[in-house]
């Protein structure tokens, strides 16, 4: 359960209007650049806009975390964990002496309280799971004071529907906790506050969104939603192949047959311009697609194909996408009239005990084949 603490923090959801910091338009043109897979140019922009505009709200953070990003496109998983580990160190100092100089300034808090959120995502990586509950609502403290004094910054509902959302998926104790923020401790609840992000703010609502698309994809199993958000970031964002993958996925569940196969040959174009980590990261997500797709299909030697691909050469940080791999796996097996394998398939699934959808299926599969 402990894994989806990755969702809390804000990666490079910035908290400002258009143009009212200077160096705003410029920030943004990095922004833009980097969600759009442009990871260098963003880089640069965002290199120079520290020092053109150092005393701007948001650009070292998601300096960052742009650099973190992009690091996870090259580099080993401990590798990514030292970039931001030292990045943060470096910024830290920075935000301190901001928020000394603009202490009515509700927005540096913010940026602060991201940055402590965001330090999280390093011991999460490492599993260690007090100092990520620790960092992570440390952060959150900053990011609840601010958004209770400054309820317009709208940016700020995204933290606090995801602790809200992970507060209610989570156990009695955590949700008592929350409670004393005075927060309401439901999946519904975050879903809704969620949702403000992503439809009223100025700049959250491209992280927002994202997350929607993966929890109603993968938590909430509503993937007529999924579908809305993902739609709306690849139109903004087409070179994100990430987001890419997650419309593709939004297709298939909601029966968009052939425009999920023009996307398949949309996300195989993209490919050709991923780099060699990011092609191992996502070869497997991608097969798991394919496989959902025959599966549909009702072209289950090929799903079947596909899975043992996809999960062979899993290699990703996260295990959402194993898991559902796992079970559409043993759902392919019971069409097959392969129950003993099919067994097999779903205890592999259950074994991950992560916080999807796909652990309630299995188990419910584990006992009723899947006709």
Not at 19 to 29: L, M, N, Q, R
Not at 126 to 148: H, M, N, P, Q
């Amino acid at each position: 359960m402990f894994r989806g603490l990755f969702l809390l923090i804000l990666p490079l959801s910035v908290i400002f209007s258009d143009d009212f910091y200077p160096g705003d338009s410029i920030v943004h043109e990095g922004v833009y650049a980097f969600y759009n897979y442009e990871f260098d140019r963003g880089i640069s922009i965002l290199s120079q806009a520290r020092i053109d505009y150092p005393d701007h709200p948001g650009v070292h953070l998601i300096w960052a975390a742009a650099r973190w990003v992009r690091s996870q496109a090259y580099d080993s998983v401990n590798e990514t964990h030292i970039v931001l580990e030292t990045d943060l160190m470096e910024i830290k100092p920075i935000y301190e002496n901001l928020i000394s100089r603009y202490p009515q300034d509700p927005v540096y808090q913010l940026y602060q309280g991201s940055s402590v959120g965001l330090s999280a995502r390093v011991t999460l990586g490492r599993k260690e799971w007090l100092k990520t509950l620790y960092r992570a609502y440390s952060g959150f403290s900053i990011i609840g004071k601010v958004s209770a004094e400054s309820p317009h910054l709208k940016d700020a509902s995204l933290a606090i529907g995801i602790v809200e959302y992970y507060a209610g998926i989570s156990n009695i104790l955590l949700k008592w906790a929350v409670n004393l923020y005075g927060l309401n401790a439901s999946s519904e609840d975050g879903l809704n506050t969620i949702s403000i992000a992503a439809n009223e703010s100025d700049w959250a609502w491209i992280e927002a969104k994202g997350i929607l698309s993966f929890l109603y994809l993968w938590v909430e199993d509503e993937p007529e939603l999924a579908y809305e958000y993902s739609s709306s970031l690849v139109e903004h964002f087409p070179k994100n192949y990430y987001f890419n993958l997650l419309l593709l996925e939004s297709m298939i569940r909601t029966n968009h047959t052939h425009k999920s196969l023009d996307q398949i040959k949309e996300i195989d174009n993209l490919t050709r311009d991923l780099t060699d980590r990011q092609k191992d990261w996502y070869a497997p997500y991608l097969d798991y697609e394919k496989a959902l797709l025959a599966f549909h299909s009702e072209q289950f030697a090929i799903s079947l194909d596909l899975l043992e691909k996809a999960i062979s050469s899993y290699s990703a940080e996260l295990d959402i996408i194993l898991g559902n791999a796992y079970l559409l796996k043993g759902m392919t097996l019971d069409k097959m009239n392969n129950r003993t394998d099919a067994i097999s398939a779903y205890k592999k699934c259950l074994k991950l005990d992560n916080f999807s959808s796909a652990m309630k299926k299995a188990k419910h599969y584990l006992n009723q084949p899947y006709q």
